[in-house]
Each structure stands twice: as C-alpha cells, then as structure tokens.
DNA sequence: ACCCAGGCGGGCG
DNA sequence: CGCCCGCATGGG
C-alpha cells in the first residue's frame, strides 16, 4: 500500500517495544514481528509498504494491524505543523522525517517498560528476548520449503505462574518482583484491556496503582500500548534535553516539564517526546 | 576496576 | 509534597 511520511528504519531504530524484541531479522528495510499466533513481515520501498503474514490472519485484519501498528493514520502533516514550533524541534523532525509511534499491545508494552527502569536498551531487549524464549508459546509455518518458528509474546497469565527467582534468572534482577506482581494483577483483571476508552488522566492514575509502574513508565505504556499520543514520558535523556533546549540548562522538576509539554506540544506531545528522545540518544 | 542505564518505592524532613 | 537513597545486572 502508498503511504506517506513513512520511515520505517527510523520508527523500529527508535526504541520502542516494537524494537525492544527486535534481532537479525530486522534491518533497515523491514522488521518481522510477532502478532498474536502469527508473524507479519513488513517492508518499505519508496513510498510502498508491503507485509505479510505467516499464520490465521485474513488480509482485512492484517491491513488493519500493520495501519495501527505503524501509527499509518496519523496525520504526520499536521503533527508537524502542531509540534515544529521552534528550530529545534523542526531540525530533529527533518532528520527523523517519517517516524511514527507505534501501537503494541498493551500487556506487552506493560512488561517491556517494567523492565526498563534503571536499565538500558541492549540489556531491556535481551531480557525480554530471554522471557519470550523460555515463556512464549511457540509456533511453526510452513511456506513452501521455508519453514519459520516463532515465539508469541508470554501471556500475563504464564509469567504470573512462574517465581520471583524463577524470573531473576533470565537477567530481570530487582525488577523481577514488578514482573510477578504486575503480571499477577494484569491476569487477574480484566480491567486494563479497556483503559483505552478512558482519558488519558484517569488512564495513568490506574496504571500507577501497579507495583513497579511510576510516572514515567505509565506514560509509555499509554503512549506505545494505547496509542495515547499526549503521554510524554520523563526519562533521563528527555529531561536532559528539555532543560538544555528550553530552560537554559536549568534543572526542573518532573511536574514542570510535565506543564512545559503539556502546554507547548498539547495532543501531540508524545510525537514531541518521540523525536526528542530519538535525536538526544543519537547526537 | 568503575560507571551507568528509557525509574521506582520507601523513608525522611 | 519534594528530595534522597538503594537496587540486580552486564556492557562500555
């Protein structure tokens, strides 16, 4: 399909739990991913996206999965014109052009940023690489002569069996107790799977009661799970970079720059945090 | 060897 | 509240 103000090597680079579980199979042109009990392939050429599934997927489901995922109904014309505001902001947009935020899956996105905390990117993506091996179900396509094994993304329903030790095993370290105890509360309600439908305040407030799950990782999972693109999530690289760029290099508080995004980049403030992170990681 | 990483919870003033 | 501290682990 013709898709505009698409990159799809800067939207899986930029480390979003699309990327988190990403390996060899990804390159610059195209990611594999995990979706449910099948794999989807996709490709950019030019302006062309082309994908394909391995697995019970009809073509309507898939299109509709792989628009979602990649954020494809955005409209990436007037997110820019909303958050270029200031010369900064526009050189990070012209460098990154075409990188959306993507929609994953809530629960998936709920372990993924669990895991995050104190951490760092290589180590977040083998832990989690880690749990889905040992965890996830597996599954096998045939295509012709090509024959493709994949594991789904372990249910919260499977980590919450397994002990604390059990899981500090596979490298989660302290935030092994999150996992149990997150996965425990997300299995035994089903109340999370429709905290899409709330507004994003009342979303974040829910998500928070979770042990393990502050300021910072609710706005992630609101942004990448939920698709709520007014979540700006706080880390060390965003605070850095909005104290340099916007306060002179003073230091502020999480609550200010929480009021600073909010009032400068609005609905949209998730695009603001995704490019700003993307170009703070890689100057 | 040493430092730090997409923070968080708990404890303190 | 607002700030400060410890925290498992492994890559640079």
């Given at each position: 399909?013709?898709?505009?103000e698409f990159d799809?090597?800067?939207?899986?680079?930029?480390?979003?739990?699309?990327?988190?579980?990403?390996?060899?199979?990804?390159?610059?042109?195209?990611?594999?991913?995990?979706?449910?009990?099948?794999?989807?392939?996709?490709?950019?050429?030019?302006?062309?996206?082309?994908?394909?599934?391995?697995?019970?997927?009809?073509?309507?489901?898939?299109?509709?999965?792989?628009?979602?995922?990649?954020?494809?109904?955005?409209?990436?014309?007037?997110?820019?014109?909303?958050?270029?505001?200031?010369?900064?902001?526009?050189?990070?947009?012209?460098?990154?052009r075409g990188?959306?935020?993507?929609?994953?899956?809530?629960?998936?996105?709920?372990?993924?940023?669990?895991?995050?905390?104190?951490?760092?990117?290589?180590?977040?993506?083998?832990?989690?690489?880690?749990?889905?091996?040992?965890?996830?179900?597996?599954?096998?396509?045939?295509?012709?002569?090509?024959?493709?094994?994949?594991?789904?993304?372990?249910?919260?329903?499977?980590?919450?069996?397994?002990?604390?030790?059990?899981?500090?095993?596979?490298?989660?370290?302290?935030?092994?107790?999150?996992?149990?105890?997150?996965?425990?509360?997300?299995?035994?309600?089903?109340?999370?799977?429709?905290?899409?439908?709330?507004?994003?305040?009342?979303?974040?407030?829910?998500?928070?009661?979770?042990?393990?799950?502050?300021?910072?990782?609710?706005?992630?999972?609101?942004?990448?799970?939920?698709?709520?693109?007014?979540?700006?999530?706080?880390?060390?690289?965003?605070?850095?970079?909005?104290?340099?760029?916007?306060?002179?290099?003073?230091?502020?508080?999480?609550?200010?720059?929480?009021?600073?995004?909010?009032?400068?980049?609005?609905?949209?403030?998730?695009?603001?945090?995704?490019?700003?992170?993307?170009?703070?990681?890689?100057?």
């Amino acid at each position: 399909m013709r898709v505009g103000e698409f990159d799809i090597a800067h939207t899986v680079e930029s480390a979003q739990p699309l990327t988190f579980f990403g390996d060899e199979r990804n390159d610059r042109k195209g990611i594999t991913y995990a979706y449910k009990n099948s794999v989807i392939e996709v490709a950019q050429n030019g302006g062309s996206v082309e994908y394909r599934a391995y697995g019970p997927l009809d073509a309507d489901t898939l299109r509709k999965e792989v628009r979602a995922r990649f954020g494809l109904d955005d409209n990436m014309r007037a997110i820019y014109r909303s958050i270029g505001t200031d010369a900064f902001m526009k050189s990070a947009i012209k460098k990154y052009r075409g990188m959306r935020i993507t929609r994953n899956d809530p629960w998936e996105t709920t372990l993924c940023f669990v895991i995050s905390q104190f951490n760092n990117v290589k180590r977040i993506r083998g832990i989690v690489q880690r749990l889905i091996a040992a965890y996830g179900e597996e599954h096998v396509f045939s295509a012709g002569d090509v024959k493709l094994t994949f594991r789904s993304f372990p249910t919260a329903e499977e980590i919450s069996k397994r002990s604390v030790s059990d899981l500090m095993s596979h490298g989660a370290g302290f935030r092994a107790k999150y996992i149990k105890s997150v996965a425990r509360e997300w299995s035994s309600e089903n109340a999370f799977g429709k905290l899409g439908k709330k507004e994003y305040a009342k979303a974040k407030e829910e998500l928070m009661v979770l042990d393990g799950v502050g300021d910072k990782v609710a706005d992630c999972i609101l942004l990448f799970g939920y698709g709520k693109l007014e979540a700006f999530p706080i880390d060390t690289w965003i605070q850095r970079i909005v104290e340099r760029t916007y306060f002179n290099g003073r230091k502020q508080n999480v609550k200010r720059i929480h009021e600073f995004a909010e009032e400068r980049w609005g609905a949209y403030a998730g695009y603001a945090q995704q490019y700003l992170f993307h170009f703070a990681r890689n100057e």
